[in-house]
């Protein structure tokens, strides 16, 4: 009973926060004065992440400073990272990413602006790192299955299954397999190296992979789109929240939560520490945390939130309901800048390429 008159009362919370976020939404200052286009303050947003699935903050944002607009700049992790560092002049005011390890990097090497956010202290404690690295979302890694491919066999849960399953069809899974492309991906070196440190059948999985040619992508949608047309049948280390998303538009695709363990990732964002609008990026930093945030992430987004409070049909608690493994957060901490250390990325890129030999160019569906 205690249980549910607290997630009663946070539904409330972010519902009457949302209700008031609305009515704000007038276009005018606090006068009632009409702001004009050239009144209007940019805020500015590099990420890693759908516009169609992060617009609904936005919006509710928008909604909150009439005369602010978002501009949002979407790439993958691993280009996102790059062009952070090798063109200044392109850094926003906020940068979001899945990939865990290269956000760690850029906090720890001084480009994240410090700042105690209140709504903080709502959230796990092992969802922040040192007031300048906020993780917001609790992200399932998955395998995707088109079931073409089963005829009579049975859904791969396991990644010993999935082992099974690639002997069993053996020529027919010959380049359709599909896989990030570590080397391009961030998110795809971040799950492939925490699948190194946890799983017992790494090395084989990387023998199967290379032996059947497997083929690389650099984004969760282009594998899925693969796996849609019959180009690939087996998705490996997918986002879960864009791949739960096509299965229930695809029924015939299904996702899954390996049963050995499930890999979870959390989106982090941190406010660049020469940003031009470090105030409307604190602002957007503690919606993002908030109650309201959370609850829209839960309800509209796809996205799983950082918060075992909200409470929707992508909330913690609904993500629990499905089969999975064990949950394994990769931590927000320093061990992340181990993967980030370029002898280590080499020693795991020389076993990638031995592995993937066979393999050329990778692919990216337009």
Same mark, same amino acid.
């Given at each position: 009973?205690?249980?549910?008159?607290?997630?009663?009362?946070?539904?409330?919370?972010?519902?009457?926060?949302?209700?008031?976020?609305?009515? #704000?939404?007038?276009?005018?200052?606090?006068?009632?004065?009409?702001?004009?286009?050239?009144?209007? +303050?940019?805020?500015?947003?590099?990420?890693?992440?759908?516009?169609?699935?992060?617009?609904?903050?936005?919006?509710?944002?928008?909604?909150?400073?009439?005369?602010?607009?978002?501009?949002?700049?979407?790439?993958?992790?691993?280009?996102?990272?790059?062009?952070?560092?090798?063109?200044?002049?392109?850094?926003?005011?906020?940068? !979001?990413?899945?990939? !865990? #390890?290269?956000?760690?990097?850029?906090?720890?090497?001084g480009?994240?602006?410090?700042?105690?956010?209140?709504?903080?202290?709502?959230?796990?404690s092992?969802?922040?790192? +040192?007031?300048?690295?906020? *993780?917001?979302?609790?992200?399932?890694?998955?395998?995707a299955?088109?079931? #073409?491919i089963?005829?009579?066999?049975?859904?791969? %849960?396991? +990644?010993?299954?999935?082992?099974?399953?690639?002997?069993?069809?053996?020529?027919?899974?010959?380049?359709?397999? *599909?896989?990030?492309?570590?080397?391009?991906?961030?998110? =795809?070196?971040?799950a492939?190296?925490y699948? =190194?440190?946890?799983?017992?059948?790494?090395?084989?999985?990387?023998?199967?992979? *290379?032996?059947?040619?497997?083929?690389?992508?650099? &984004?969760?949608?282009?594998?899925?789109?693969?796996?849609?047309?019959?180009?690939?049948?087996?998705?490996?280390?997918?986002?879960?929240?864009?791949?739960?998303?096509?299965?229930?538009?695809y029924?015939?695709?299904?996702?899954?939560?390996?049963?050995?363990?499930?890999?979870?990732? !959390?989106?982090?964002?941190?406010?660049?520490? #020469?940003?031009?609008?470090? +105030?409307?990026?604190?602002?957007?930093?503690?919606?993002?945390?908030?109650?309201?945030?959370?609850?829209?992430?839960?309800?509209?987004? *796809?996205?799983?939130?950082?918060?075992?409070?909200?409470?929707?049909?992508?909330?913690?608690d609904?993500?629990?309901? %499905?089969?999975?493994?064990?949950?394994?957060?990769?931590?927000?901490?320093?061990?992340?800048?181990?993967?980030? &250390?370029?002898?280590?990325?080499?020693?795991?890129?020389?076993?990638?390429?031995?592995?993937m030999?066979?393999l050329?160019?990778?692919?990216?569906?337009?």
């Open positions: 009973m205690r249980m549910f008159t607290c997630f009663f009362v946070w539904g409330l919370f972010a519902l009457s926060a949302f209700a008031f976020a609305e009515q #704000d939404s007038t276009g005018k200052d606090s006068t009632g004065k009409e702001i004009t286009a050239n009144e209007r +303050r940019v805020l500015s947003i590099n990420g890693a992440v759908n516009r169609t699935v992060i617009d609904p903050l936005f919006k509710a944002f928008e909604a909150q400073h009439p005369d602010v607009t978002i501009h949002y700049t979407e790439s993958n992790t691993r280009d996102l990272y790059e062009r952070f560092l090798s063109e200044p002049e392109t850094r926003a005011d906020i940068i !979001m990413s899945p990939a !865990m #390890d290269l956000q760690f990097k850029l906090a720890n090497d480009f994240a602006l410090a700042y105690q956010s209140p709504e903080r202290e709502r959230l796990p092992d969802s922040y790192w +040192r007031n300048e690295l906020f *993780g917001f979302t609790y992200e399932p890694i998955v395998t299955i088109n079931t #073409d089963l005829a009579a066999d049975d859904l791969p %849960l396991s +990644r010993e299954q999935l082992l099974n399953l690639i002997r069993k069809k053996n020529h027919l899974l010959d380049e359709k397999i *599909g896989l990030f492309d570590i080397k391009k991906s961030g998110i =795809g070196y971040l492939w190296t699948d =190194g440190q946890q799983s017992r059948s790494y090395g084989r999985l990387l023998e199967a992979f *290379g032996n059947h040619q497997a083929q690389l992508y650099t &984004d969760t949608s282009s594998m899925l789109q693969a796996l849609l047309k019959g180009q690939v049948f087996v998705a490996y280390n997918l986002i879960g929240a864009y791949s739960y998303q096509w299965s229930e538009q029924p015939w695709i299904k996702t899954i939560m390996p049963t050995d363990y499930t890999s979870v990732i !959390m989106r982090t964002a941190f406010i660049y520490q #020469d940003a031009k609008q470090p +105030r409307l990026a604190k602002r957007f930093i503690d919606l993002l945390l908030s109650p309201l945030g959370q609850h829209i992430l839960a309800n509209q987004s *796809g996205l799983t939130p950082i918060s075992p409070k909200a409470v929707g049909p992508y909330s913690r609904a993500l629990s309901k %499905l089969p999975h493994g064990i949950f394994r957060p990769i931590p927000l901490g320093l061990e992340l800048l181990i993967q980030t &250390d370029d002898a280590k990325k080499q020693l795991i890129y020389n076993e990638w390429d031995n592995a030999q066979p050329s160019e990778s692919l990216s569906s337009p």
